[in-house]
């Protein structure tokens, strides 16, 4: 260890509030101890609280929402459930043909369930996800 | 291109059958179920009775080799395409390299997998279905197995939703557990059975033994006896023939019936409801409900009256889908 990696340790020591260091190697032990008024008290980020994106999962087509979990083999859908990318969440219904309303990501289901037999049209938002982190 | 990459026995390529052969003793095949087979085709925007696949146990595997469209119906079977569960009654794409998984069977007995064109196997005296008594058509003349690339007849169309679709359906069959109810029209040898077998055949429930497969469900319940014993001529014989052997308990002859049999026949059942059948397990329950020619034809109307609503209503949402695009 040579004299300038010496002071790149105590100008990081100093620059985030450690007042204490032990370096353990094979060849070397080495403790760095500074005085409490020789370390700058460390700067607090402000808090921020990133509000988590939200995706939503839109109406592939025109016609009335309907759930999924009534007569199609699938349980049904809940606020706070994960997801798959491309599940299968409902469906818009047009007389009995039925368009898929699929997961855009892989997340969690947020904010309210549509109403069933809610009239949609192309593009509207029916469910909306929290990305999986 | 499709692969196998698990399948249980007896699943085999089926279509809606050869019909025209009968005179040279030769029986239909065909879908077991043709009411699935007929909407998967319809989800697809294939001919009505393009080849599909009928799987008639659980659990099967495929790998896309390439970018698809495909359909599934029949029992629920909590499909998943990679870890994506899919709907029952649901047609849409799956990518190249993807994995199409059927479990367990919730409800019903079969599913059919179709794809778009259909299944491209040679068609053989007017159908692609398997003839596994006689060894031809469908796939090689056989059951399907683990490693077999199946192969649709067309590509599939760049318009296809890329969501997919589904169908909302009238309630078909009974829920599991239930009674499924048969119409039937007395057959040729019907008045020739006691009034206790007649009562009995026509208000009981009958139980569909494991000794059943395509070619006939034998049940089990009230013992049918006959006022005339006797052996009888062979006499043609189709799907949905009920025939009642020494034993006293009934077959109903199903896809793949013999065309010919010399068991008294006591009823028919109506060709409207022989799907029904095709869905149904052995421990299920059935019940024989007695029609006439009026209430055969009137319910083959009401089925097709339903695959025309299915069929307008899935032609609206393609015209509006294709308002937008």
Known sequence: MTSEDLDQLVTAMRANAVSSLLVEAPDLTLRLVLPADSVAPMATAPTVVAKPAQISAKSPGIGTYAPRGLDDGLEPIVIGQSVASGEVLGYVALGSARQTVCAPIAGTLTGDLPEAGRITGYGDTLLTLEPSS | MIEILSIPPLATVQDLGRDNHWFQGLGRAGAMDPVALKLANMMLGNEAGAATLEIPLSPASFRFSEDQVFALTGAACGARLDDVPLPR??????????????GPFQQGGRVYLAVYGGV?????????????????????????????ILKPALTPPADFPSNGVSISLPELSQPRGETIELRALPAAEHDSFTDIALTAFWSETYRITPQSNRQGYRLHGPELTRDHVGELRSHGIIPGIVQVPGGGQPIIQLADSATMGGYPKIAAVISADLWRLGQALPGDSLRFVQTDLDGARSAERDMQELFSTLANDCKAMKRLQQGWR
């Open chain 2, 89 to 102: 009654y649901w047609a849409g794409l799956a990518k190249a390299g993807q994995e199409l998984h059927i």
């Open chain 2, 120 to 148: 491209d196997v040679p068609e053989i005296l007017g159908s692609r279905s398997t003839q596994l008594r006689e060894s031809f058509g469908g796939f090689e003349g056989r059951i399907l197995r683990a490693g077999d």
